[in-house]
């Protein structure tokens, strides 16, 4: 299967869908750096990799799905349901690459401070994709028909 | 110290939503899934981190997110697994699992906690 772009999907949500994102992901950084705060890093990193927007991401692909095929003329809510639940297995093989991006964080600090960031995105980036590549190759999975 | 919290939530928000933007326009949905569970809240707590608290401070944050992470793995799959026959709403079901995700995130750290 190709990856590709569809710039259609950024005209799909409405401009307070992105003033919602924007401040529920502003309000949830805020949120875990206060959490830190009180109890500690060793707690409050945990936070880190909390699924801020995931539910709120998979409620607006739901959404969007089943009202593309209402304009087509059928109701049918399963199709979006199936739509989210395509978008959360992707998400477990971003979740796995976030495991590695905070290892390679917690491994180089303090030695590369100036590029920590950049190369734990690069790892998360890297696991992500192979995991996402060897699900789709159903190398992890083996399917029935 | 305001001064921090307006940029970790005008940072957080900026950079939240540009991974949400890149989920928007990748196909297949699959793929688009992978940019769910983007490192973005991380990036945008480390970088104020760093330079705020000291590296000491992010490494440790760091470590426990080895496991939030894991519990987002598991998060995500349930999630998965219970929309796949298309019979549940997407928002109710990824809201309630936040919970899991939760109760794995604490069974977690109890065990790092235990073990460090």
Redesign the interface.
Known sequence: MKISLNLAGLKRAKWYEYALRFVLGGAVTVVTGLIAHKFGPVFGGLFLAFPSIFPFGVTLIEKHETEKKRKAGYDDPATGRKAAALEARGAIAGAAGLMAFALVVWLALPGYKRVVLAAASLAWLSVSLFLWWLEKKHFLVKRTA | MTTE?LV??????????LF??A????????????????????????????SG?G???????????????????F???A??RL?????????VV??L??GL?LIA??A??FL??AVA
């Open positions: 919290w970790r939530f005008l940072l957080g928000g900026f950079v939240i939503s949400a933007s989920g928007d326009i990748l196909r297949p949905k699959s793929f688009a899934g992978v940019f769910a569970a983007a490192p973005a809240l991380a990036l945008a707590t480390l970088a104020v981190t760093i608290q590296w000491h401070y992010a490494a440790t944050e760091a470590r426990s997110m080895i496991v939030g992470a894991a519990a987002f793995v998060y995500a799959w999630t998965s929309l796949r026959d298309g019979t549940r709403r997407a928002s990824a809201t699992g936040l995700w995130a604490l977690g750290w790092l906690t």
